[in-house]
């Protein structure tokens, strides 16, 4: 009698299409060593996890140019352009010739040629850059990506063991690796996290954003056109079904896969069965632009890019990057792309959790940047925070990523057949990149697809998550579905990026949101991104309209904005700078306004309307206002004087971290010294960013201006105004860092294979400079670079990289502790201990009035980039002395102060011979000889919107996203679909099962052979049920019926008969 049961049970699943869920396993816990980039499950090894370390690195081909040309020509008419430009050189001895480059894209035109040229001067470079026809000559870059497989054991590492690298690189990696010890690898979202049942989550990434309601209303991103540049892809792989083309960009001769990495991101976007992608009937063309050694150049990339254009591809996927912003040959075609509706997406970087950490081009305005969260909407700890960098000193970042999505434990396609497990933003972007290709594929009108347009579909839709800010969700979580939505029902319209600006909601407008904002203050500036979907081309009608609420005080705020003249390609900025009235000076409450703007863009040729488009969009803006703090709770921070690579090499600051030699994060107070202004905010001190030279504030606002980590030069009014500020009561504190030429020659880089030296342009900080502003009071840094622990005021410190103090007035405070020498260790691999190293001064100018200055050696204590041992506490008590002029006593009676050091002991450092600092700086200027000041800029003027005040009441809750323009979700209707429930695929032939999860069969053909046996199965199953109710019936029917015995009524009711003589009746 089991058997109905069981066949009924096949039987019904067969006929409803799908088979109960077999195998099902939870999403194994993820182990990470120090550089936990991706993570890959390996079945049939001792370790539980493998670690896919990823890095970059990208280096100056010697004698190798790009010559970038201002429209695309002939091969032979670039040869000419190009001869005639050096012709003009009058160097009759200059060696140089076109190097060949061939792939696909050779035979058509081109806006850029390959030159080798030999010995080449400055001059001969200006020459080539002034034919009219010639745009720009930059230098060839070789980029190399290490993937390298880690087994992890099963054993965690202790909480205390360190990692360090012994070996310089002689590269620029853009990897970083984990900046705490035992720290969780996923950074919680604020939610609550008591015990909880832990769901067995399928990694089927495609069918939990629920890619399979699409699927099933027959979307399945056919006619759209996907490239994937990445290491190829093999001919004949299981997975995919429609590989349009494989192109090779490199010099060795396959078009496969040997690393795995191409093939991976590509089943992502396009698998047709096993680990499903999003969009298996898309036209997959394939670009290898990396060799099996993981080399790549900026050429190829330029090549593949032109061809890309030329077949007329919809969406690109780029899961690589690097800080790089200023790579203009790769940043001018990234626009040259999105210009002609290429819509790109792109890794954000797996840099986290530090913040100023994005990759380029997922910063860049045209771009959808992706960033990683696991399966618990947790955002990853690899995964790159905001803001960009581009702007600063004198403006503020923008918000990036755009959108986030699963990143962490991803299926996708292994590289010969199965599937394997990946983490990484490099997996999160062909995530995105294959539901804009399934959605692309649901727009009826394709036209209406852009890059703006997709990505403002993409914003709107996003699913905020909790306890997250904006420079870490972007806009939050993607959402399949609703995106599909607001597509399906768009017309193209301006929007922006964030869509509002509330600086009271915390914590998602962090770090706006840390603090308020009051008169006299440095303004806010709020740098929004304009999305144009009307066009590639636009422009904003007049000026943008500023309309505070009268009933919620927005009289009492000041708005200035400034924007770009052309939105060009698809975006623009629009930078909002908010301060307080005068009148408001002693006012505390919330103010609300908002900033109307038009954008018009022209009409397409198709377009049924004539002449411009025009779309207005509102920007409500709402900001808390208190009475203006005193003096001495304000810090000035110094941004001005702060340099980063790019465009120059700028080594990091503790010289132990050779695997991460750049200073790259910006040294701003909201990215890698986000947690000292957080520090500083719980401590009641109010911090505002300088932008500008040290002529441009007023110093009487200020209790203490805050310098760590400059690397820039001083304006000589800097410097006199500073020595009159601090005479007037302003206070200084010096977070300074290493500075030797000797070692700053041995760090340089060497490539062997280019034969390029790469020399720093400053140490870790600029000391020749800061000895210049500081002479006057007798004070000076020393050349000198120190490490070592020591306990100082009963707290552990660690020295790391820093320099000592040289000079310091007789009648200040110092403190020294016994130090090794680094120096001396980089540069002759020796160790000694240097007794009794000054490494803190406090002095009291003797003016009337004067303000304090303190000095310290060394800025990594403060610093989140390598920060190992924090020294906040110390911070507190300088900003005591500086602000208050109370000295704490655990330093002027500390058993380390020692006696001031004097000018006779040790020569100052001076300034390396022959850098390029004038290069990069926003002092300096080239000069014959010595580089001299460049005249002192004006000081930013701000021009505030005339206010239109309204006379109606501001909305509630801005939280909400504004809707665009005409779009409905309720028009959209979706079909009655099922949950996602898993399936499983047979499997073929000699395949291994290894790699195979629950998987979901596919509407339409995607698994043909499973698609075709589903009848016979059913026609079986039914003839089996019906043949076992036939032999049911046919036993019933021949067995002989049994007779009921007859019951016999009880003796009293036949008496009753009897004597009534009738039966009863009711």
């Known amino acids: ?100 480059r061939e792939n696909p894209a050779s035979d058509f035109p081109s806006d850029f040629e390959l030159v080798h040229i030999r010995q080449a001067s400055t001059s001969s470079l200006l020459t080539l850059e002034d034919h009219p026809y010639i745009k720009r000559v930059t230098p060839q870059r070789k980029v190399f990506r290490s993937l390298k497989y880690i087994p992890s054991p099963e054993t965690p590492a202790p909480c205390n063991s360190t990692h360090r690298m012994q070996k310089w690189q002689s590269s620029r990696p853009f990897r970083r690796t984990s900046l705490s010890l035992c720290s969780t690898f996923w950074h919680a979202t604020g939610r609550h996290s008591s015990r909880r049942l832990l769901r067995a989550i399928p990694r089927h990434v495609a069918q939990i954003l629920q890619a399979d309601v699409l699927w099933q209303m027959g979307h399945t991103g056919s006619g759209v056109k996907v490239a994937v540049f990445d290491t190829g892809l093999s001919e004949k792989h299981p997975h995919f079904k429609n590989v349009k083309e494989r192109t090779n960009w490199t010099n060795e001769k396959t078009l496969d896969d040997g690393l795995g990495h191409g093939t991976f991101v590509a089943g992502v976007i396009a698998s047709m069965r096993e680990c499903q992608g999003f969009a298996p009937d898309s036209e997959l063309h394939i670009f290898r632009v990396f060799t099996n050694n993981q080399v790549s150049y900026t050429s190829w990339f330029l090549d593949a890019f032109n061809y890309a254009i030329l077949k007329k591809i919809d969406v690109l996927n780029l899961s690589i990057g690097g800080p790089d912003f200023m790579d203009h040959p790769f940043v001018d075609k990234v626009w040259e792309l999105t210009a002609n509706k290429v819509i790109m997406v792109s890794a954000i970087g797996n840099d986290g959790p530090l913040y100023g950490t994005l990759n380029n081009p997922a910063d860049q305005m045209d771009v959808i940047g992706v960033g990683g969260i696991d399966f618990e909407d947790n955002i990853a700890r690899f995964s790159s925070r905001g803001m960009t960098t581009w702007e600063l000193p004198g403006g503020y970042g923008r918000v990036k990523p755009d959108i986030v999505t699963y990143g962490s434990g991803v299926r996708g ?53 909790p306890g997250v800010n904006m420079f870490e969700q972007g806009h939050g979580k993607l959402d399949l579905i609703r995106a599909y939505q607001i597509l399906n029902s768009y017309r193209p319209q301006a929007s922006l990026s964030p869509s509002y600006i509330d600086l009271t909601e915390c914590p998602y407008m962090w770090p706006y949101c840390s603090q308020p904002i009051y008169y006299g203050g440095m303004p806010t500036i709020v740098n929004v991104t304009i999305l144009n979907g009307m066009a590639v081309t636009g422009r904003i009608v007049d000026k943008p309209i500023w309309q505070p609420y009268l009933p919620q005080n927005g009289d009492h705020i000041d708005v200035a904005m400034s924007y770009s003249p052309v939105l060009w390609p698809w975006a623009g900025y629009l930078a909002v700078s908010i301060s307080v009235a005068k009148k408001a000076a002693s006012w505390e409450g919330i103010a609300q306004g908002h900033v109307m703007v038009t954008v018009a863009s022209p009409a397409e040729n198709d377009s049924e309307v004539e002449g411009e488009l025009t779309s207005t969009v509102k920007l409500p803006i709402k900001v808390k206002i208190v009475p203006t703090p005193p003096r001495s709770k304000r810090v000035l921070w110094d941004q001005y004087h702060n340099l980063r690579y790019p465009p120059g090499y700028f080594p990091r600051d503790n010289l132990r971290m050779k695997n991460d030699p750049l200073d790259w994060n910006g040294d701003h107070i909201h990215t890698n010294f986000r ?155 020796e160790t000694a201990v240097v007794e009794r190293v000054p490494i803190l001064g406090l002095y009291q100018t003797p003016s009337d009035g004067g303000g304090r200055i303190a000095l310290y050696g060394d800025s990594n204590c403060i610093d989140d980039s390598h920060r190992q041992k924090d020294c906040f506490w110390l911070l507190d008590s300088l900003l005591q002395y500086t602000s208050y002029s109370m000295t704490p006593p655990s330093l002027s009676h500390s058993h380390s102060r020692v006696a001031s050091p004097t000018a006779s002991e040790r020569p100052l450092p001076q300034r390396l011979e022959g850098n390029h600092l004038y290069r990069y700086s926003k002092v300096l200027e080239a000069h014959l000889g010595d580089p001299k000041p460049r005249p002192l800029p ?23 996203h504004q809707k665009l323009l005409s779009v409905d979700l309720d028009k959209v209707a979706l079909p009655n679909v099922r949950s996602y429930r898993p399936q499983v695929r047979p499997l073929s032939p000699g395949e291994s099962g290894a790699w195979d999860i629950p998987g979901g069969i596919m509407p339409g053909r995607y698994n043909q052979e ?39 009524r009880p003796t009293y009711l036949q008496q009753q008969q009897t004597t009534n003589g009738k039966n009863p009746t009711v």
Not at 714 to 736: A, M, Q, V, W
């Open 938 to 960: 004006a000081c930013p003027h701000l021009s505030w919107a005339k206010p239109q005040p309204v006379n109606e009441t501001a909305p509630s809750n801005l939280w909400k």
């Open 413 to 465: 396609s292994g590289m010969k057949e199965g599937c394997r497990s990946l983490s990484g933003t490099s997996v999160a972007s062909p995530v995105v990149a294959g539901a804009v290709t399934l959605l692309a594929s649901t727009v009826l009108n394709r036209e209406l697809v852009n890059p703006a347009s997709m990505k403002q579909a993409l914003i709107a839709s996003a699913r905020r998550l």
């Open 675 to 829: 947690d000292m202004y957080q520090h500083l905010r719980s401590m009641g001190y109010f911090v505002e960013v300088l932008g500008a030279p040290i002529t441009c504030f007023d110093a009487s606002q200020y209790g203490t201006l805050l310098m760590v980590d400059s690397e820039e030069e001083y304006f000589p009014e800097e410097i006199t105004k500073l020595r009159r500020d601090i005479d007037n009561g302003l206070s200084l504190i010096i977070f300074s860092d290493w500075y030797n030429t000797s070692v700053m020659r041995k760090v340089k880089f060497y490539d062997e294979n280019t034969r390029q030296w790469w020399m720093p342009d400053t140490g870790g900080a600029n000391v020749p400079a800061l000895n210049d502003l500081i002479s006057v009071w007798g004070m000076a840094f020393s050349d000198g670079l120190y490490e070592g622990d020591f306990t100082l005021a009963d707290h552990d410190m660690y020295y790391a990289s820093g320099c000592s103090i040289a000079r310091f007035p007789e009648d200040g405070i110092v403190i020294a502790k016994n130090l090794k020498d680094q120096g001396l260790e980089v540069l002759k691999q």
């Open 1 to 100: 009698m089991l058997l109905l049961p069981v066949c009924v049970s096949i039987l019904m699943g067969l006929l409803a299409g799908f088979l109960p869920s077999v195998g099902m396993e939870p999403l194994p816990e993820s182990r990470f060593g120090s550089d936990h980039t991706q993570s890959l499950e390996s079945p049939n090894s001792n370790y539980s996890q493998l670690t896919l370390k990823l890095e970059f690195a990208s280096k100056v081909v010697e004698h190798e140019y790009i010559v970038a040309f201002t429209g695309y020509f002939s091969a032979k008419a670039r040869s000419l352009y190009i001869s005639s430009a050096l012709r003009n050189t009058n160097d009759g001895a200059l060696e140089w010739h076109i190097v060949p």
């Open 1010 to 1048: 499973v698609g075709q046996t589903i009848p016979v199965f059913a026609f079986l199953g039914a003839m089996v049920v019906l043949s076992f109710f036939v032999v049911q019936l046919t036993k019933a029917k021949s067995k002989p019926k049994r007779r009921k015995p007859r019951i016999k």
